[in-house]
């Protein structure tokens, strides 16, 4: 059974950092991202690696320079490193994995995710 499971959410200042975390079990992927969901807004892409190798980083532009997406292969788990970080970086964030290696920001490209971690950013 396929399983990516999130941790690290939690509520921070803004110019603070949080580190998300998120497990994968089950099978192996070649893609892993995160993506993000605000209040009554569409879930959008935030950050994008090729699990097996680390390269390919492919970043939203409201987080390029702030954000960092990293995995690590021997614990099956790929992070979001999250600095710098303003209110409006509020949201449910949600990691996701697919089989395929082509870069894609697409939520319907992505067939396994995770159940969401919340992140608030005061001000």
């Known amino acids: 059974q396929v399983q990516l499971v999130e941790s690290g959410g939690g509520l921070v200042q803004a110019g603070g950092s949080l580190r998300l975390s998120c497990v994968v079990s089950?099978?192996?992927?070649?893609?892993f991202a995160w993506f993000r969901q605000a209040p009554g807004k569409e879930r959008e892409f935030v950050a994008r690696?090729?699990?097996?190798?680390?390269?390919?980083?492919d970043y939203a532009d409201s987080v390029k320079g702030r954000f960092t997406i990293s995995r690590d292969n021997a614990k099956n788990t790929g992070y979001l490193q999250m600095n710098s970080l303003k209110p409006e970086d509020t949201a449910v964030y949600y990691c996701?994995?697919?089989?395929?290696?082509?870069?894609?920001?697409?939520?319907?490209?992505?067939?396994?995710w995770g159940q969401g971690t919340q992140v608030t950013v005061s001000s």
């Open positions: 996701a994995a697919r089989a395929y290696l082509e870069n894609r920001r697409a939520v319907f490209d992505y067939d396994y």
């Open positions: 089950g099978r192996t992927f070649s893609s």
């Open positions: 690696i090729t699990y097996w190798s680390g390269s390919n980083l």
